[in-house]
């Protein structure tokens, strides 16, 4: 094992890439401590000191979803109790108040709804963008733009290019969960494969839009399962240079239906986030989301190659629903607060990683 802790090491500090056999040898090594250490020294070289954070506001805009995938507890039939669908003037007053509260960015995602029209996406968009003007739209999943195109019948091109000019600036990256099939087949059959989610990726990068990717790890995944994810995110950063950042999301087994899933302990998250630091070379940012990983684990992640806390969030309902026991929002001041105390230097950024201002 010390050999390859040497041999990672030395991959590093020459900008060599590590192999996915190396990957899959971190996450088996015993020693958290070295991976992290490598993955600290990665993110040194990349970022150095320079932790990140935005001020923004959740808006999940319905729960109703023609998928009911096993892993989710978010999701509700049109006759569930529970179920919601929020009305434009709704959506229009939270932005109002992020806006209102200093955010730069609205993150909206929400179930595949069977009765609403595309035009409803088009308008939530275009009125969102003619109230709030400064605000950045980062909005919608692979998923729900593959969606897009099966009731519109169109191509996913032309349904980028419509979301576009309404009004959406960037995407998020959920809907990824585990790319390989055999996983993707027990805890969501129903979405789209992983090799659709990287096509319509792929389409939205060649659109000129930045996405994020993401991870859901600790259900029934295997350790190769996570190093095949990582090895098809490489791989479409190397064709597109879409990718800002990589956010592994820790599985939340409250309220949901996997059997036999585990859940992340904080040894787990830890040297997942490391390992996809060392692995994911391509990458300029990896961020420990706090809401699914708790404040404690997401601080000590700053030592372990992480450089990015996410948000302020407000009103996070998708993680909360499946039992994350994280506060609903955090306070700017909380964050630097996390960020300084992890010996790192706090740095406000807007959506597309420009430079606000230290704190």
């Avoid at 996390?338 to 606000?356: C, F, H, Q, S």
Wanted: one cysteine or more; aromatic letters at 6%.
């Amino acid at each position: 094992m010390n050999n390859l802790l040497t041999r990672v090491r030395a991959k590093i500090e020459n900008g060599a890439r590590v192999s996915d056999a190396e990957a899959l040898d971190l996450f088996r090594c015993d020693d958290l401590l070295a991976v992290g250490e490598l993955a600290a020294l990665a993110n040194r070289l990349k970022n150095g000191d320079k932790v990140y954070f935005n001020v923004n506001r959740h808006i999940n805009y319905t729960n109703i979803c023609v998928n009911r995938c096993t892993f989710c507890a978010f999701s509700k039939g049109v006759e569930d109790e529970g179920c919601y669908t929020l009305a434009l003037n709704d959506i229009l007053a939270k932005a109002a108040e992020a806006s209102a509260a200093g955010a730069t960015e609205i993150h909206m995602v929400g179930g595949l709804h069977p009765d609403l029209p595309f035009d409803f996406y088009l308008e939530m968009l275009a009125a969102l963008k003619a109230d709030n003007p400064e605000l950045h739209i980062k909005a919608f999943t692979a998923v729900e733009i593959d969606y897009f195109a099966q009731i519109t019948e169109q191509p996913v091109e032309t349904v980028i290019a419509a979301l576009k000019e309404a009004g959406l600036g960037s995407m998020p990256g959920g809907g990824a969960e585990i790319l390989g099939k055999k996983v993707r087949d027990q805890i969501c059959p129903e979405k789209i494969s992983g090799e659709r989610w990287l096509d319509v990726i792929e389409a939205v990068h060649r659109s000129g839009l930045k996405t994020n990717a993401t991870m859901l790890f600790g259900h029934v995944e295997e350790l190769e399962d996570r190093v095949d994810h990582l090895s098809r995110l490489r791989r479409l950063q190397d064709r597109t240079g879409g990718f800002q950042a990589f956010i592994p999301l820790a599985f939340q087994p409250d309220n949901t239906r996997v059997p036999g899933a585990r859940g992340v302990g904080g040894v787990d998250a830890l040297k997942t986030l490391a390992v996809s630091r060392i692995y994911l070379d391509n990458f300029r940012h990896v961020k420990a989301y706090w809401v699914m990983l708790g404040l404690k684990i997401a601080q000590v992640a700053l030592a372990f190659g992480v450089n990015d806390l996410d948000g302020t969030v407000v009103e996070e309902k998708i993680g909360h629903d499946a039992g994350a026991d994280s506060p609903q929002a955090l306070e700017k001041e909380k964050l630097v607060e996390l960020i300084r105390k992890a010996g790192k230097a706090p740095v406000e950024r807007d959506t597309l990683y420009n430079e606000i201002g230290m704190r």
